[in-house]
């Protein structure tokens, strides 16, 4: 079966064939390369090496954005990076999803190269598809390169987290409320900012003082039943979780904090741990 990013179509009497979809790198109005997205669900971009694809300028964050396919759409979503990300020249308001569809250009930071979305040649057969998009590694010149580098999310990562439920979250009740949650989505954001503000530990801190911390507001504070567990949420897979969720917790490194996440159970703040 194809992966989840290549939509099926028909070719008139011909074979039926997917497509594959691809970031076309565009500086000074020519493509100067060609990245493959249509193999995998989810890309983290930043400026660390061992991020899916790696934006190798001054102004790009070491985390900076995330590009998932979702409910047959792609999504971009800023990971709160120092000087934005773009879409078609609009700023994107940091962790919140926001789709995009095939001719949408990228921009991260102060960087000129675009990133447009576009689908790869129509009347790809399954026996191209089997060899996998074009995915050498190359790094093209932009000052000291904006170099671009696509390598596998983990298969699994170990997260804690705190969720503060609203309203119109999917199922609006929790153990600490069970007759029914009261608090508006803007009130669940503004708790989760109060708690964020709270695990900003002075630097030089361990990462087990900021595990112990955040379980202890985990447990007085969060919404989900892991609450009992200092939120933990033990090993997980990507497709296990909500994709919201999973596009985050799978985009930290160990020991990272992420900042607000907005899934369909409400707010939260997670923390990779393993």
Request: glycine share 10%; charged share 25%; proline share 4%.
């Amino acid at each position: 079966a194809p992966p989840a990013a290549l939509r099926r179509v028909e070719l008139g009497t011909s074979a039926t064939a997917y497509m594959v979809y691809e970031l076309a790198v565009v500086k000074d109005g020519a493509v100067v390369e060609q990245i493959g997205i249509g193999d995998a669900g989810s890309f983290l971009l930043g400026r660390n090496a061992d991020a899916s694809i790696v934006l190798d300028h001054p102004s790009a964050s070491r985390v900076h954005a995330i590009i998932a396919w979702e409910d047959g759409d792609w999504h971009v979503m800023d990971k709160g990076s120092a000087h934005g990300t773009f879409i078609n020249g609009a700023l994107l308001d940091p962790h919140l999803r926001t789709p995009i569809i095939e001719g949408d250009a990228l921009t991260f930071g102060a960087s000129t190269r675009q990133y447009v979305l576009r689908r790869r040649e129509a009347g790809i057969t399954a026996q191209a598809l089997a060899s996998g998009p074009n995915t050498g590694k190359k790094r093209a010149g932009e000052g000291q390169g904006e170099g671009q580098q696509k390598r596998r999310m983990p298969s699994k990562v170990t997260c804690s987290h705190i969720l503060a439920k609203h309203t119109n979250s999917r199922n609006p009740k929790s153990w600490r409320e069970p007759d029914g949650i009261t608090r508006s989505k803007a009130e669940a954001v503004a708790k989760i900012k109060r708690l964020r503000a709270r695990l900003e530990l002075p630097e030089g801190s361990t990462e087990a003082q900021l595990c112990a911390l955040f379980s202890s507001i985990a447990k007085n504070e969060s919404d989900c039943g892991s609450a009992k567990n200092g939120g933990d949420l033990g090993p997980f897979e990507f497709a296990q979780m909500q994709p919201a969720f999973s596009e985050v917790a799978f985009s930290l490194q160990v020991g990272e904090l992420s900042g607000l996440c907005d899934s369909d159970s409400g707010i939260h703040l997670i923390l990779r741990t393993s």
